[in-house]
């Protein structure tokens, strides 16, 4: 059945379509991303009234990511951890802001997982900048019944059941795939539900803007450094891409996703922890990277790794991350490997 050809339909007719084409489907993760839509709705109306409320600036707090937590990241973690650990369809639930694995209530456990960045690149909130959220929802592989367990959570990205995000920009907008193509949604705040806005999301084949922090020019690689420069246009046969990098990670993978472009956060010398990159496996590259598979792009790691195949070893684990628009990925792959054009 034609999923996406009609007009105006919301994100809960898309999911309910998606369950109809397996028999074997419960509507447990139909309803699961049901009350995820509800966490995006209230977090989108908190972080529209940032401006307003006393919600801005720092909590005092640092996460285990040693960052400053900023008070609508706890907000929206908590926001997110309230509906999932009660929906009902979760055992175990892992967030970029607590340490440990997040069990579900007693009594509530059900069949899935998800794992989950509440607020990403939250230090933008104060200057009116787009932040994000990110989601991953996996299957449990432990039995059935009872709290899940951290193996659950450390699956790789192909296994993935659920990937997206919700981009808190001029308008908010649900992107999320779940197997059959990627759909972005609009909210409508006036009627506080969200529309298909962007049904089959495909990423253009080349890149028009590359996205990367430049400052680190002086700690990358020299296969890292020479494919910036290729990007730039340094070798004329190549039409040089728009550098665009606003440090929000959802939303320089979005306008990429919908316009064309590739991102990197590639390790870097300048300190310990960055000897893996910055982002993280769980819920930043591998959700991401199942999203614009599904669009047509690639995600890979700057030795070459396709991120969907890499096997979480520790809930946090950071990773290097080169992704977006696929021939330009594939350029990245041919520098990485030292040969050029
Ligand atoms: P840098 C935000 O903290 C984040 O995780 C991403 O959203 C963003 O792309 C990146 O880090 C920015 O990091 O080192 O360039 O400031």
């Given at each position: 059945m034609a999923l996406v050809k009609r007009k105006g339909i919301t994100i809960s007719r898309q999911l309910m379509d998606e369950q109809r084409m397996?028999?074997?489907?419960?509507?447990a993760l139909t309803a699961l991303m049901a009350d995820l839509v509800v966490a995006g709705k209230i977090i989108s109306a908190e972080v529209n009234m940032a401006g307003l409320?006393?919600?801005?600036?720092?909590?005092g707090r640092t996460n285990i990511q040693g960052e400053e937590v900023q008070k609508l990241d706890v907000f929206a973690n908590k926001t997110f951890k309230r509906r999932m650990e009660q929906c009902g369809h979760i055992c175990v639930m892992a967030s970029e802001e607590e340490e440990d694995p997040v069990p579900a209530l007693p009594g509530y456990e059900g069949n899935y997982t998800i794992a989950f960045d509440p607020l990403d690149g939250s230090s933008n909130v104060d200057v009116n900048v787009s932040v994000g959220t990110i989601f991953s929802i996996h299957r449990r592989l432990s039995p059935p019944g009872g709290p899940g367990t951290e193996a659950d959570l450390l699956q790789p990205g192909s296994r993935q059941v659920v990937a997206g995000y919700i981009v808190y920009g001029s308008s908010t907008m649900i992107v999320y795939t779940s197997g059959s193509g990627v759909h972005g949604f609009t909210l409508d705040p006036s009627v506080g539900e969200f529309f298909?806005?962007?049904?089959n999301i495909q990423i253009p084949e080349l890149a028009r803007y590359y996205s990367v922090n430049e400052a680190y020019w002086p700690y990358w690689n020299d296969n890292i450094r020479d494919f910036v420069d290729y990007l730039r246009g340094?070798?004329?046969g190549h039409v040089p891409c728009s550098a665009r990098y606003i440090g929000s990670l959802v939303s320089d993978f979005h306008r990429n996703l919908v316009k064309g472009g590739i991102y990197m956060y590639p390790r870097d010398t300048r300190s310990a922890d960055k000897t893996a990159g910055k982002l993280r496996l769980l819920y930043e590259a591998a959700p991401l990277a199942m999203i614009v598979e599904q669009a047509g792009g690639s995600a890979v790691t700057d030795d070459g790794r396709r991120i969907l195949d890499i096997v979480p070893e520790r809930l946090h684990q950071r990773v290097p991350l080169i992704i977006g628009s696929k021939q330009d990925v594939a350029v990245a792959l041919r520098f990485l490997k030292g040969e050029r054009p």
């Open positions: 397996f028999p074997e489907a419960t509507g409320a006393d919600i801005l600036g720092q909590s298909l806005s962007h049904p340094s070798d004329k």
